[in-house]
């Protein structure tokens, strides 16, 4: 058997794989840090979001998207923390047992919900106390790769240039 | 087997009395409501609302007359972040605007009409229809009347096919030909107005929604706010369904038309001239 040009191949093939490594060998096969969402005072000083940090963190975009369908259409404007959660039938069983396993799993010392009533708005409660937008939000939504059309439509608070 | 004709004849004539005798016949002879029209058979609860508006033209006019007022509008737009196009009419954004009493009600006009109403700018919105033609066409349910009598939109869920802007027979609906966020800077000095309610986007159909974000938290639209507040009292707003309302003891007082009755959309909008 002979190997024509292998003068060129091989030279090329090292290269080429040389090239589409270079981003693992770079990073030294470590994965990027995740960024944490940084809070702003008024939300430190707050302590406690709508729900608990847990839920929030995995599925507040599940209760975005009750709100939205809530308010759009069935008119109701107010959420109380302790009632409309998680064990009033909002989501289905799979996603409650779910949620059941995940709180008393990893952060059982994880204060409750308030109980407190909220007005469901993304643009006037959320972003009330998350008033800085590019860092709660799109560090990690840029990181996770995922784009949420939200701010087609609402408008997100003015941020100081730092 | 032979069938001779008689056989044939009453094999025949069984089978058809057979075939209409099933739900074909029901179907032919009392046909069910038609989907078109299914529109109008909300059951009503007791205590539920139905939102209705009342315009006091006489009075409206003689505000104009004074002085230009256009207070409604400009509340309105101001509060839901509705950019001004300026004259470009094609992508004017209507959730009140002007408009002539012939443009308005074609079939109440004639050539000796009163002075006091032709020509004259009368103010139009939604008319929050009880059988709204908008969403019976919407395919993707993305706006629906609500029990309370609010023709609401999910702008969430508009793919801007445009449907109900060619079915609405009131010009009542615009579509977003850009994103309301690029309109001219000159017209628009710090646009979005309100920080608190929503834009639209690129692509999605809007109007008047009666305020609803207003109505959520128990206040009145805010073009009838706004006018109360100048002292007008012009635009009223109420339940239909309460008769101790203002609204309903003003339809009973005075002479009221609603805009092209003759359609059977059945306007919640009353002028009283």
């Given at each position: ?58 599925w507040?975009?599940?209760l ?38 995940f ?38 939504h ?9 701010w ?11 | ?27 032919i ?71 002539s ?29 009880e ?26 869920r ?15 609906r615009?579509?977003?030909?850009g ?69 309903r ?8 038309i ?16």
């Open positions: 058997m002979t190997f024509y040009d292998r003068g060129t191949i091989l030279p090329g093939l090292i290269i080429g794989l040389c090239l589409f490594l270079s981003p693992f060998i770079y990073n030294g096969g470590k994965a990027g840090k995740a960024p944490v969402p940084e809070l702003t005072p008024k939300a430190k000083e707050a302590k406690q979001c709508v729900a608990p940090k847990p839920y929030m963190t995995a507040h975009m599940q975005l998207d009750n709100w939205r369908q809530e308010v759009v259409r069935e008119g109701s404007r107010y959420f109380n923390a302790n009632q409309d959660l998680w064990w009033n039938n909002q989501f289905d069983g799979q996603l409650l047992e779910k949620w059941r396993r709180i008393t799993s990893s952060d059982a010392s994880t204060p409750g919900a308030t109980g407190k009533t909220y007005y469901k708005s993304l643009q006037v409660t959320c972003m009330e106390c998350h008033s800085n937008k590019s860092k709660f939000c799109d560090e990690c840029n990181y996770l790769g995922v784009s949420p059309y939200c087609d439509c609402h408008v997100q608070p003015k941020e100081d240039k730092q | 087997m032979t069938v001779d004709r008689r056989k044939f004849l009453k094999i025949a004539g069984l089978s058809a009395a057979f075939g209409l005798g099933g739900k074909t016949a029901v179907d002879f009392a046909p069910g409501e038609l989907f078109a029209s299914a529109g109008s058979a909300v059951p009503v609860a007791t205590n539920q609302k139905k939102w209705a508006m009342v315009i006091d033209m006489k009075k409206c006019l003689e505000e104009q007359e004074k002085g230009k007022c256009n207070q409604c509008m400009a509340a309105c737009h101001r509060v839901h972040n509705v950019p001004n196009f300026g004259d470009n009419i094609k992508e004017e954004m209507k959730w009140i605007w002007q408009e009493y012939e443009h308005l009600f074609p079939s109440q006009h004639n050539e000796f009409i009163s002075e006091d109403v032709k020509e004259k700018p009368f103010i139009a919105l939604c008319n929050h229809c059988n709204p033609p908008c969403c019976r066409v919407c395919p993707t349910k993305s706006t629906w009347r609500r029990e309370d009598g609010v023709v609401m939109m999910d702008l969430h508009c793919i801007g096919c445009r449907f109900c802007m060619a079915a609405c027979p009131f010009g009542s615009s579509f977003n030909w994103d309301p966020r690029k309109a001219p800077k000159e017209l628009n000095p710090d646009f979005p107005t309100n920080m608190n309610y929503p834009t639209r986007t690129k692509g999605v159909v809007e109007k008047c929604n009666f305020c609803d974000e207003r109505l959520g938290v128990g206040k009145i639209p805010v073009c009838v706010e706004t006018c109360q507040n100048i002292n007008v009292h012009a635009l009223i707003f109420g339940d239909l369904n309460d008769p101790a309302s203002e609204i003891k003003l339809l009973h007082s005075r002479y009221s609603r805009r092209k009755t003759e359609l059977g959309t059945e306007p919640k909008v009353y002028y009283l001239i």
